[in-house]
């Protein structure tokens, strides 16, 4: 089985400042996806970002971005300019390419000062 | 496009009792996922339903179940409740593109509290 490790519990970032998520995962599989989910104290999961593993280049969208290291089989996530509303658990999750469930991992608490 | 919409958000049992829980996807979604969240297991798997059929369960005993109509909408039904089923129950809708589910969009879930 896949498993997904988010090493960081917790995480704080300065307002306008950059923040690095980690996540590592553990698959014998080519073709798979990643992705990071967002939950907000409203406990709504928010999809962040997607990467496709058979692509090599790092997925973004606006102030987000991630770091795939396929060979190291890491997946960070990069938030830039960072905003109050980002504070939030973060999961990342893993997903095999014919497959149907997510993997998670146990997330990371990204608290956002002013 | 209206987003993932589970009912009820909050709901209280008694333990033995039984409870089902609903689900309707994102319209044009016919793959339905449900999944379990507590703060000691994090994040699990349930089940997966396309096309009324489910094609994935996850490590769960026999008392969860599930089904999904012809309209894709999703029912999840848990029996003689456990303490330990208190979670919140997490749905989540995607498109299908030969019949392999696209990114899971998931609904606010429903919160399980078992006395």
């Known amino acids: 089985a896949q498993t997904v490790t988010q090493s960081q519990p917790e995480m704080s970032v300065q307002e306008a400042e950059t923040v690095t998520l980690s996540c590592t995962y553990d698959?014998?599989?080519?073709?798979?996806?990643l992705f990071w989910y967002k939950q907000p104290p409203s406990r709504q999961m928010i999809l962040v970002i997607r990467q496709e593993a058979y692509k090599q280049q790092n997925a973004t969208e606006n102030r987000f971005s991630v770091n795939f290291q396929k060979a190291a089989k890491s997946f960070s996530l990069k938030i830039s300019d960072s905003q109050l509303g980002d504070a939030a658990m973060y999961f990342c999750?893993?997903?095999?390419?014919?497959?149907?469930?997510?993997?998670f991992g146990k997330g990371t608490s990204l608290l956002v000062t002013p | 496009k209206a987003g993932v919409t589970q009912t009820p958000r909050y709901l209280i049992k008694t333990r033995g009792q039984q409870v089902t829980l609903s689900c309707s996807p994102i319209s044009g979604h016919r793959s339905v996922s449900w999944y379990q969240q507590t703060p000691g297991q994090g994040l699990q798997f349930l089940f997966e339903y396309f096309s009324e059929t489910q094609r994935n369960k996850g490590n769960f005993p026999g008392r969860f179940s599930g089904r999904q109509f012809s309209n894709s909408r999703s029912e999840m039904n848990v029996s003689t409740l456990e303490l330990g089923d208190s979670a919140l129950y997490l749905c989540?809708?995607?498109?299908?593109?030969?019949?392999?589910?696209?990114?899971?969009?998931f609904g606010p879930g429903t919160r399980l509290l078992v006395l």
């Open positions: 989540a809708s995607s498109l299908v593109i030969d019949r392999v589910p696209e990114t899971q969009y």
């Open positions: 999750a893993y997903r095999s390419a014919p497959g149907y469930a997510l993997n």
């Open positions: 698959t014998s599989e080519s073709d798979y996806y």
